[in-house]
Antibody, heavy 122, light 110 residues
Framework: EVQLVQSGAEVKKPGESLKISCKGS????????IGWVRQMPGKGLEWMGL????????RYSPSFQGQVTFSADLSISTAYLRWSSVKPSDTAMYYC???????????????WGQGTLVTVPS | QSVLTQPPSVSAAPGQKVTISCSGS????????VTWYQQLPGAAPKLLIF???KRPSGIPDRFSGSKSGTSATLDINGLQTGDEADYYC???????????FGGGTKLTVL
């Protein structure tokens, strides 16, 4: 059974660094892109980008380029989303998801993590 | 402002049919495949339709998708109260070299 399990909720102060995780199981973790999706409170889904764990190749949305960093550790089948300095505007639910398509033009996330709530009080 | 445009809300009675539209451009829907997701209240999104009109295993055939030009639609037949959720379309945007989502449509089953 394919599963993506994310780390727990985080409360951070502005300016602090943060790294959240997404552990895959039930499939060959190295062979699928992992995507990150933001959902701000009461708002829609925002595509942040993708990482290919086998090579650590990344694709960032222009909106998130330079704001966050994706990484992966193949040895523990885990992908990470990192901020060097969080802001109140980073308060959101963050989802990881497995990219299931054979190529980018066939874009879909077939399995999702449960989400990690990040809160940065102002 | 989302790249893909969806109506904010739709509603219909149980047993009826509802259609949710998703409008884009040649750089996304026009030349790439469309995906639909269902997000039940308090839950993570779930894949509903991929490659314009394919259903993952376990998704009932009450849900169907189609695409024409730069627009796509999600049809839900035989509405049930359990279908109340937010629905999102998505696609790859070749100009942005990024994935894009619609703003989401809240379905109310009256």
């Amino acid at each position: 059974e394919v599963q993506l399990v994310q780390s727990g909720a985080e409360v951070k102060k502005p300016g602090e660094s943060l790294k959240i995780s997404c552990k895959g199981s039930g499939y060959d973790f190295f062979g699928y892109w992992i995507g990150w999706v933001r959902q701000m409170p009461g708002k829609g889904l925002e595509w942040m980008g993708l990482i290919y764990p086998d090579s650590s190749e990344t694709r960032y949305s222009p909106s998130f380029q330079g704001q966050v960093t994706f990484s992966a550790d193949l040895s523990i089948s885990t992908a990470y989303l990192r901020w060097s300095s969080v802001k109140p505007s980073d308060t959101a639910m963050y989802y990881c998801a497995r990219f299931g398509g054979p190529r980018f033009a066939v874009h879909y996330f077939d399995f999702w993590g449960q989400g990690t709530l990040v809160t940065v009080p102002s | 402002q989302s790249v893909l445009t969806q109506p904010p809300s739709v509603s219909a009675a149980p047993g009826q049919k509802v259609t949710i539209s998703c409008s884009g451009s040649s750089s996304n829907i026009g030349n790439n495949f469309v995906t639909w997701y269902q997000q039940l209240p308090g839950a993570a999104p779930k894949l509903l339709i991929f490659e314009n009109n394919k259903r993952p295993s376990g998704i009932p055939d009450r849900f169907s998708g189609s695409k024409s030009g730069t627009s796509a639609t999600l049809d839900i037949n035989g509405l049930q109260t359990g279908d109340e959720a937010d629905y999102y379309c998505g696609a790859w945007d070749s100009s942005l070299s990024a994935g894009v989502f619609g703003g989401g449509t809240k379905l109310t089953v009256l």
